[in-house]
Nanobody
C-alpha cells in the first residue's frame, strides 16, 4: 500500500530552522513529482515547494530564499529545509506525490513558529 509519512515538525522560535522529511513506501519513487503543501487554520491548503522527477523545483513566493526542497530517490525521501521561519509559516505541512492524475498525500506534520 502506497504511503507517505512526514516527520520533523515542531515548535520553533521566529528566525529558527526546521527540516521536514517525508518517507514513501510502495512507490517507484523516482517517477513521481513531489511537493510540500501547508494549511494554516482557517485557510486553504497551499503549495510551498515542488520538485519534479527531473529535479526541477518551484517555490511559493512567500518562501523563496528561505526554504529548500530536495529529494533522495534511493532512500525514497523528500525533504524541506526551512530557514528564517516566521509566524506566518505556522501550519500543518503535507507532502504529496503525483504521477499522472494520481495524487498521494501524507497525514501532515505540525509546524508552529512562536516565541
Amino acid at each position: 500500500q502506497r504511503r507517505l509519512v512526514e516527520s520533523g515538525g515542531g515548535l520553533v522560535q521566529p528566525g529558527g530552522s526546521l527540516r521536514l522529511s517525508c518517507s514513501a513506501t510502495e512507490f517507484i519513487f523516482r517517477m513521481y513529482s513531489l511537493g510540500w503543501y501547508r494549511q494554516a487554520p482557517g485557510k486553504q491548503r497551499e503549495m510551498v515547494a515542488t520538485i519534479s522527477d527531473v529535479y526541477t523545483t518551484n517555490y511559493a513566493d512567500s518562501v523563496k530564499g528561505r526554504f529548500t526542497v530536495s529529494r533522495d530517490n534511493p532512500k525514497n525521501k523528500i525533504y524541506l529545509e526551512m530557514n528564517n521561519l516566521r509566524s506566518e509559516d505556522t501550519a500543518v505541512y503535507y507532502c504529496k506525490a503525483t504521477l499522472g492524475t494520481n495524487d498521494y498525500w501524507g497525514q501532515g506534520t505540525q509546524v508552529t513558529v512562536s516565541s
